[in-house]
């Protein structure tokens, strides 16, 4: 069982913007008591990192907002695949940007 529970689901929120990208946002409420006891637990602060990433990487998957490419090679064994995984992400400081852009109607 883990540390806290929610329904990730219900709380990923998928935003739109015209520069051709979506903005993952998801959330979690915790109660005092909850949090009370993720502080006194070691890694408990990364547990609800860990449970919202993880949410936010569904979600992706869900919404076919990640690329999978497949790529046959050969070797003298027989045939190897490589697949890979693509997302287009950027750093906080340009989400932030993002979301004044926003709030100022300039995208």
Do not use: W
């Not at 929610?6 to 409420?29: C, N, P």
């Not at 919202?52 to 027989?78: D, F, H, R, W």
């Amino acid at each position: 069982m883990s540390m806290f529970d929610y329904d990730s689901q219900s709380d990923i929120q998928i935003e739109t913007y015209g520069i051709g990208g979506k903005m993952l946002t998801g959330s979690v409420m915790i109660s005092d008591e909850q949090m009370e006891h993720l502080d006194s637990v070691k890694g408990g602060r990364d547990a609800i990192r860990y449970k919202l990433v993880s949410t936010l990487v569904e979600a992706m998957i869900e919404n076919k907002l990640v690329e999978i490419t497949q790529e046959e090679m050969s070797n003298p064994y027989g045939i190897t695949r490589m697949i890979r995984a693509r997302a287009y992400v950027c750093p906080d400081s340009m989400t932030k940007l993002l979301r004044v852009l926003k709030k100022e109607g300039k995208i």
